[in-house]
Nanobody, 115 residues
């Protein structure tokens, strides 16, 4: 089992920045990939960014150049640095962990970008 706890969401004006954190606990060694998803009202949950144990990262086209995902070496904490935020970035952001067959989700943190 893996538990994920997010923090760092909030309200910010367009053009501003936020940093999300996700702390993992439990069977940490089994985590292969960690990432961030988001879900806006009335929309499907979508991948924002992911990073694997080797450090390779992937981003949604909509956030490339604005968001940066990083992790500590033990894959205990993952961060999402968000810059130049836009109103369309408003959503609940969820931390996700993949363990070669099982998926785990955090409770989500709200990010609201005002215009």
């Amino acid at each position: 089992q893996v538990q994920l706890v997010e923090s760092g969401g909030g309200l910010v004006q367009a053009g501003g920045s936020l940093r999300l954190s996700c702390a993992a606990s439990g069977i940490i060694f089994s985590i292969n990939v960690m990432g961030w998803y988001r879900q806006a009202p009335g929309k499907q949950r979508e991948l924002v960014a992911g990073i694997n144990r080797g450090g390779s990262a992937t981003y949604a086209d909509s956030v490339k150049g604005r968001f940066t995902i990083s992790r500590d070496n033990a894959m205990i904490t993952v961060w999402l640095e968000m810059k130049s935020l836009k109103p369309e970035d408003t959503a609940v952001y969820y931390c996700h962990a993949d363990t070669y067959g099982a998926n785990y989700w955090g409770q989500g943190t709200q990010v609201t970008v005002s215009s």
